[in-house]
Nanobody, 125 residues
Framework: QVQLVESGGGLVQAGGSLRLSCAAS????????MGWFRQAPGKEREFVAV????????YYADSVKGRFTISRDNAKNTVHLQMNTLKFEAAAVYYC??????????????????WGQGTQITVSS
């Protein structure tokens, strides 16, 4: 099992940028595909982005494509989510997740084994 801790959440102005980080413990970080999910108030948890084990392949939800960038540093056991041009609908609790799925780019939450505690993003006008 890998332990995940998110950081970088907080208050951001609409149109601004924010960078989330997820630190993982353990010695097998590079064996996991790493993803980000979010859950807005009154909404179901939804997929945001995923990066493959190598960090070469990425996939994004249509709602964030072109504005968000997911990356990982296997040497530092970290994954990041750079969020640009933030909209009001980006306000949510963001979760980092690790998956051992057969697929290179898992997009369903059922394909993830470990989850962080979440970090909250609030968007102001």
């Amino acid at each position: 099992q890998v332990q995940l801790v998110e950081s970088g959440g907080g208050l951001v102005q609409a149109g601004g940028s924010l960078r989330l980080s997820c630190a993982a413990s353990g010695r097998t970080f590079s064996t996991y595909g790493m993803g980000w999910f979010r859950q807005a108030p009154g909404k179901e948890r939804e997929f945001v982005a995923v990066v493959s084990r190598s960090g070469v392949n990425r996939y994004y939800a249509d709602s964030v494509k072109g504005r968000f960038t997911i990356s990982r540093d296997n040497a530092k056991n970290t994954v990041h989510l750079q969020m640009n041009t933030l909209k009001f609908e980006a306000a949510a609790v963001y979760y980092c997740a690790a998956g051992e799925s057969i697929r290179i780019l898992p997009r369903r939450q059922e394909e993830y084994n470990c989850w962080g505690q979440g970090t909250q993003i609030t968007v102001s006008s």
